[in-house]
């Protein structure tokens, strides 16, 4: 088992920056790929950004390219979220996910574990 406790979230204007982390516990954080994947209103979860075990290989949603880094640290058992130049329409509640696959990346179903979301609100 493993959990998974965001923070960092909350209002910030069209521009400004965010820092999102993900704190695990349980069994070995440096053995899971970590992703983050996003909720809006009347929508679907959708894929942000993932992140092997060893934090060597990096993917990123096209919508937030450019903008959104992740990051881990394996001493610290956590994921990070940067977020930079915020829009509008990045306002959704973050998910911060644990996968012990290497299938499924970008999908929901891929992923064993969620934490309970952080509401992120990006005012125009």
């Known amino acids: 088992q493993v959990q998974l406790v965001e923070s960092g979230g909350g209002l910030v204007q069209a521009g400004g920056s965010l820092r999102l982390s993900c704190a695990a516990s349980g069994r070995t954080f440096s053995s899971y790929r970590m992703g983050w994947f996003r909720q809006a209103p009347g929508k679907e979860r959708e894929f942000v950004a993932a992140?092997?075990?060893?934090?060597?290989?990096?993917y990123i949603s096209n919508s937030v390219k450019g903008r959104f880094a992740i990051s881990r640290d394996n001493a610290k058992n956590t994921v990070y979220l940067q977020m930079n130049s915020l829009k509008p329409e990045d306002t959704a509640v973050y998910y911060c996910?644990?996968?012990?696959?290497?299938?499924?990346?970008?999908?929901?179903?891929?992923?064993?574990?969620w934490g309970q979301g952080t509401q992120v609100t990006v005012s125009s």
């Open positions: 996910a644990a996968s012990d696959s290497n299938r499924g990346i970008f999908e929901v179903k891929g992923y064993n574990y």
């Open positions: 992140i092997n075990y060893s934090g060597d290989r990096i």
